[in-house]
């Protein structure tokens, strides 16, 4: 077996057998790792609570034919604990990390969405912006960075300026008045100029941003993303609720 150490981020568990666990782990230089912590289910285990979900960690493992056994695993942040106390910010980390692995588990390289993962877990754990805020500016960013970047002031078909008024999931983007179907979203351009904000990290002072245009957003970046991954990222029905 050819051992290996990276820093990672814990994605999900899940159990095996009556006292191991099967991890998930966005690495940055090793990809998104599936491996083996055996006896982590025991109190008398020396990884503990280490491995759970929105960890960050040092991870050492070897490499396995279908699954890593992990080895050695140390903290370097506890974003979970930072976050559990609050639903919406606990949820929302959930959110990033489901879209983190559909984001990221055929491509082997990871580096810049886990610091983009790294960054807004820490972030939320400071609670500089709201939980949905965090997550909206989350996904533009790493939809972005996957190839995917949505178009929130020009016209997505034929370039003319913006602002503008809709938003279409098949263009990509914002689109004008001539090139509109019927169909597409229309959060209005004080939404889409928000979402342009947050996701150049030129956040609005809190209160000059209407709570309508907020939440027209934030519809517009579920739909986004679900749109291009092509599936639904099923714990965000939970911070619908």
């Not at 990871?110 to 805020?133: G, N």
């Not at 263009?171 to 150049?200: M, Q």
Request: net charge positive.
């Amino acid at each position: 077996m050819r051992k290996y150490r990276d820093a990672g981020v814990v994605l999900g568990t899940h159990k095996l057998g009556e006292a191991d666990r099967i991890v998930t782990i966005l690495t940055r230089r090793s990809g998104v790792v599936r491996a083996v912590a055996k006896g982590v289910r025991r109190t008398s285990s020396r990884f503990g609570s280490r491995l759970e979900p929105l960890m960050m960690i040092d991870l050492q493992a070897n490499r396995g034919r279908n699954l890593d056994v992990v080895t050695q695993v140390e903290l370097i942040e506890p974003f979970a604990q930072g976050l559990i106390s609050d639903y919406d910010y606990y949820t929302a980390g959930s959110v990033m990390a489901e879209t983190a692995l559909r984001l990221t588990e055929d491509d082997p390289h990871t580096e810049d969405q886990f610091l983009l993962l790294v960054a807004a877990l820490r972030s939320m754990c400071r609670r500089e912006h709201p939980a949905r805020s965090s997550l909206d500016a989350y996904l533009i960013r790493a939809m972005s960075l996957a190839g995917w970047a949505p178009s929130l002031i020009d016209c997505a078909r034929c370039g003319a300026p913006g602002p503008h008024r809709a938003f279409s999931l098949e263009a990509g983007g914002a689109v004008c008045r001539a090139c509109r179907r019927g169909g597409e979203h229309l959060p209005g351009p004080d939404a889409l100029a928000y979402l342009h904000r947050i996701s150049t990290a030129d956040w609005p002072e809190p209160g000059t941003v209407a709570d309508y245009d907020v939440q027209a957003a934030s519809k517009v970046v579920t739909a986004f993303v679900q749109w291009h991954l092509e599936r639904r990222v099923k714990s965000l029905a939970l911070l619908e609720r």
